[in-house]
């Protein structure tokens, strides 16, 4: 399956992703909005949530928009969540912030929750520990330099 921007479609993650956020800013998730932020079109958008109905994800009501069920909006959580997470990391760690987005959007679909909360403890490590951090980020500055 393609999207319109003949990019791989963006998985069923994605779309719980904006759908979260979209019920979070507005109170309601509608199909143009998402096709918009995901850069596919309406139809996939619906096709999607027939799919997320039907793993008990959400309702779809084909006049009156999509709503994430109770299981739906925990996992969402979970994923926005992630997606942060990741964005914090790689921020910290030094990756060029016009590259972030791009990379979390690869990175997070195939991380498991075990190494994402790896990930996080070391971010939590890092705010209690500003010292090291900063070692780290001489150090990567040294080795960029080439010194
Ligand atoms: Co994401």
């Known amino acids: 399956m393609k999207g319109v921007s003949g990019l791989p479609t963006p ?3 994605d779309y719980l992703e904006k759908i979260y ?3 979070d800013q507005k109170g309601y998730a509608r199909s143009v909005d998402i096709a918009t932020s995901l850069d596919v079109s309406p139809s996939s958008v619906t096709k999607m949530m027939q799919k997320l109905d039907e ?24 994923l926005v969540e992630r997606h942060q997470m990741l964005e914090d990391f790689l921020h910290i ?55």
Request: with cysteine.
């Open 93 to 147: 760690i030094g990756v060029q912030e016009e590259n972030i987005y791009e990379e979390v959007e690869k990175l997070e679909h195939y991380i498991g929750f075990e190494t994402a909360l790896c990930i996080s403890t070391l971010l939590e490590f890092f705010e209690d520990n500003p010292s090291i951090l900063d070692a780290y980020l001489k150090y990567r500055e040294k080795q960029q330099k080439g010194e």
């Open 55 to 78: 793993a008990g994800l959400g309702i779809y009501e084909k006049y009156r928009g999509f709503v994430l069920t109770e299981k739906g909006t925990k996992l969402a959580k979970r």
């Open 21 to 23: 956020l979209a019920i």
């Open 11 to 13: 998985s069923m993650e």
